[in-house]
């Protein structure tokens, strides 16, 4: 029982991981081809995408081979058989949880390990890649669009870094459009984002509501460009960047860091504990849901519905002590309530296989009799 929850997990994590990352590789490949990027940064990318995703589905591909397993030895008459033998509710569900704290300890590996490295390896590539203004913005003899209502267009790129006729049109302002045109033209990056430093030129604006233009002689002006070279949404919580070992050791610190309030840093940290454990509960209320059913030549899809029901009770439950914990840190121990209202749950299906309520009245002596 054990191999085939371990075959049927990997097939369904495979499955679920490649529409997750087929979603997401979409995405990235309008955004960094669009800008330019080789396909070898687009790999790295997607590689880099992968832990936070295989994250996500691992709960949801566990309680699915579970499902899956449990739903064949009932078809099969198998786990009535096993019943047959002696083997009681809690016996049978030891495969279960032995498979449930396999998954756990991958899970763990990677809620602790592998996501926050992978999004902290993605943020340095992301500034970057934001930095790089020349994958967007030096394309000479082109009339570019980096944002709306903003177009961007360099006659010739010297072999010294030098931008010659440059225009600059900038009009997300609906009641102001500017105009900037140079002569010549550099690009820095500062600790504030690139900027570019426009030499003998001229800046035209135009009012709309009165169709008034003014010109502006300048010898040199600088113009923040990091809003056209950075995607907006690119970046992610700061906090889920940083390390376990920070969050228990010193979490004021990390807080301040990452400008969050301290039941913040709680809610994140004891989630990544409370999330490996998920998934152990997720098989085990798939198992013990469908055991409750028996064998039926119908099958046991009502036993199914109501192990995704419960299912989505558990994550009801995470869902309604998140905010509390964010605002109060000391309420921690209620992340580990899903964890609490599940196990209970697979308690008492358990416990109802195992004492069934309505049994069949054995059958009189005049009945057996032919």
Same mark, same amino acid.
Not at 19 to 38: H, K, T
Not at 66 to 82: G, P
């Given at each position: 029982?054990?191999?085939?929850?371990?075959?049927?997990?990997?097939?369904?994590?495979?499955?679920?991981?490649?529409?997750?990352?087929?979603?997401?590789?979409?995405?990235?490949?309008?955004?960094?081809?669009?800008?330019?990027?080789?396909?070898?940064?687009?790999?790295?990318?997607?590689?880099?995408?992968?832990?936070?995703?295989?994250?996500?589905?691992?709960?949801?591909?566990?309680?699915?081979?579970?499902?899956?397993?449990?739903?064949?030895?009932?078809?099969?008459?198998?786990?009535?058989?096993?019943?047959?033998?002696?083997?009681?509710?809690?016996?049978?569900?030891?495969?279960?949880?032995?498979?449930?704290?396999?998954?756990?300890?991958?899970?763990?590996?990677?809620?602790?390990?592998?996501?926050?490295?992978?999004?902290?390896?993605?943020?340095?590539?992301?500034?970057?890649?934001?930095?790089?203004?020349?994958?967007?913005?030096?394309?000479?003899?082109?009339?570019?669009?980096?944002?709306?209502?903003?177009?961007?267009?360099?006659?010739?790129?010297?072999?010294?870094?030098?931008?010659?006729?440059?225009?600059?049109?900038?009009?997300?302002?609906?009641?102001?459009?500017?105009?900037?045109?140079?002569?010549?033209?550099?690009?820095?990056?500062?600790?504030?984002?690139?900027?570019?430093?426009?030499?003998?030129?001229?800046?035209?604006?135009?009012?709309?509501?009165?169709?008034?233009?003014?010109?502006?002689?300048?010898?040199? =002006? #600088?113009?923040?460009?990091? !809003?056209?070279?950075? $995607?907006? %949404?690119?970046? &992610?919580?700061? +906090?889920?960047?940083?390390?376990?070992?920070?969050?228990?050791?010193?979490?004021?610190?990390?807080?301040?860091?990452?400008?969050?309030?301290?039941?913040?840093?709680?809610?994140?940290?004891?989630?990544?504990?409370?999330?490996?454990?998920?998934?152990?509960?997720?098989?085990?209320?798939? =198992? #013990?849901?469908?055991?409750? !059913?028996?064998?039926? $030549?119908? %099958?046991?899809? &009502?036993?199914? +519905?109501?192990?995704?029901?419960?299912?989505?009770?558990?994550?009801?439950?995470?869902?309604?002590?998140?905010?509390?914990?964010?605002?109060?840190?000391?309420?921690?121990?209620?992340?580990?309530?899903?964890?609490?209202?599940?196990?209970?749950?697979?308690?008492?299906?358990?416990?109802?296989?195992?004492?069934?309520?309505?049994?069949?009245?054995?059958?009189?002596?005049?009945?057996?009799?032919?």
């Amino acid at each position: 029982m054990l191999s085939q929850l371990l075959a049927l997990f990997g097939f369904f994590s495979l499955v679920l991981v490649s529409v997750y990352w087929v979603n997401r590789a979409v995405v990235l490949f309008d955004q960094l081809i669009a800008d330019g990027q080789p396909l070898r940064v687009f790999a790295e990318f997607t590689a880099l995408s992968l832990p936070p995703v295989i994250a996500q589905i691992l709960p949801m591909s566990t309680f699915a081979a579970a499902v899956y397993v449990t739903n064949r030895l009932s078809s099969e008459s198998e786990l009535t058989v096993m019943q047959a033998t002696g083997y009681s509710p809690w016996r049978l569900a030891r495969p279960v949880l032995t498979f449930g704290l396999i998954v756990t300890v991958m899970m763990g590996a990677l809620t602790h390990l592998l996501v926050p490295s992978a999004l902290e390896e993605l943020k340095k590539r992301e500034k970057e890649i934001s930095a790089s203004v020349s994958a967007r913005l030096l394309r000479e003899g082109t009339f570019l669009h980096p944002a709306d209502g903003v177009t961007f267009y360099i006659g010739e790129i010297t072999p010294e870094g030098e931008l010659r006729d440059v225009f600059l049109s900038d009009r997300r302002v609906p009641e102001r459009s500017v105009a900037y045109t140079a002569e010549q033209a550099y690009l820095f990056v500062d600790d504030a984002g690139p900027k570019l430093v426009m030499v003998n030129g001229l800046a035209q604006v135009l009012q709309s509501e009165s169709g008034r233009l003014s010109t502006t002689n300048f010898t040199d =002006f #600088s113009y923040d460009i990091s !809003g056209l070279v950075t $995607r907006a %949404g690119i970046g &992610r919580p700061k +906090l889920r960047h940083a390390s376990t070992w920070d969050m228990l050791t010193d979490p004021a610190t990390v807080a301040a860091e990452t400008k969050s309030r301290p039941g913040q840093v709680a809610e994140e940290l004891h989630m990544r504990f409370q999330q490996p454990l998920l998934c152990a509960v997720a098989a085990l209320i798939g =198992f #013990s849901t469908l055991l409750i !059913g028996g064998f039926s $030549r119908f %099958g046991v899809w &009502r036993q199914i +519905l109501l192990a995704i029901f419960f299912l989505v009770l558990v994550k009801l439950v995470e869902s309604l002590v998140t905010d509390p914990v964010r605002h109060d840190a000391r309420l921690w121990p209620l992340v580990y309530a899903p964890s609490v209202v599940g196990l209970g749950i697979v308690w008492a299906m358990l416990f109802r296989a195992a004492h069934p309520v309505f049994r069949a009245p054995p059958p009189r002596m005049s009945e057996a009799a032919p």
